[in-house]
T-cell receptor
Framework: KAGVTQTPRYLIKTRGQQVTLSCSPI?????VSWYQQTPGQGLQFLFE???????NKGNFPGRFSGRQFSNSRSEMNVSTLELGDSALYLC??????????????FGPGTRLLVL | AQSVTQLDSHVSVSEGTPVLLRCNYSSSYSPSLFWYVQHPNKGLQLLLKYTSAATLVKGINGFEAEFKKSETSFHLTKPSAHMSDAAEYFC????????????FGTGTKLQVIP
């Protein structure tokens, strides 16, 4: 089975622009979660989607949004980029996203640099 | 509320010596616990997971972890470090719920000295 894929792998944007990141989960996985990883804050949960619905959300401003399509692929969008949005954005998929025993499988991440 | 504490932000060992990365957790339930590894500029890879089947869990690349309920610990060990083990390691706790209730530790960077 193919793993979780994320595109693009690297992005450079300038302040004020917007960006869209894409994640394709493992085939058959219906839950997709997004995380932001920075040296200062570590891994922070952004949101989780299941069956095209946002089921859980972390503590990020409304500039961060996402969606999930019927094939479980997910996108996240960041509008009005700020310097502090520079980070590695990780996507993780799991079967149902419920229950403590489910394993999340991570993609390689998208490295975003905001200038 | 659940939480996880990785007691060391950096650990340095010589190649061929044992590795110990410490993790303590707090949970109101009987949680599942995971260790992930992240090599530079890569995503997270699952090393092992505890789901109450056995307290000593064996993972990939020779790593293992022991769940100790009385100490609320889930320390990661390896008998002999290899240069390729140099990476950042994350301890993760997951509680039951209708959606993924996962908390990540702050990570431990492992340096392996030749």
């Amino acid at each position: 089975k193919a793993g979780v894929t994320q595109t693009p792998r690297y992005l450079i944007k300038t302040r004020g622009q917007q960006v869209t990141l894409s994640c394709s989960p493992i085939s058959g996985h219906r839950s997709v979660s997004w995380y932001q990883q920075t040296p200062g804050q570590g891994l922070q949960f952004l949101f989780e989607y299941f069956s095209e619905t946002q089921r859980n959300k972390g503590n990020f401003p409304g500039r961060f949004s996402g969606r999930q399509f019927s094939n479980s692929r997910s996108e996240m969008n960041v509008s009005t980029l700020e310097l502090g949005d520079s980070a590695l954005y990780l996507c993780a998929s799991s079967l149902q996203g419920a229950g403590e025993q489910e394993t999340q499988y991570f993609g390689p991440g998208t490295r975003l640099l905001v200038l | 509320a659940q939480s996880v504490t990785q007691l060391d932000s950096h650990v340095s060992v010589s190649e061929g010596t044992p590795v110990l990365l410490r993790c303590n957790y707090s949970s109101s339930y009987s949680p599942s616990l995971f260790w992930y590894v992240q090599h530079p500029n890569k995503g997270l890879q699952l090393l092992l997971k505890y789901t109450s089947a056995a307290t000593l869990v064996k993972g990939i690349n020779g790593f293992e972890a022991e769940f100790k309920k009385s100490e609320t610990s889930f320390h990661l060990t390896k008998p002999s470090a290899h240069m390729s083990d140099a990476a950042e390691y994350f301890c993760v706790v997951s509680e039951p719920g209708g959606y993924q209730k996962v908390t990540f530790g702050t990570g431990t960077k492992l340096q392996v000295i030749p």
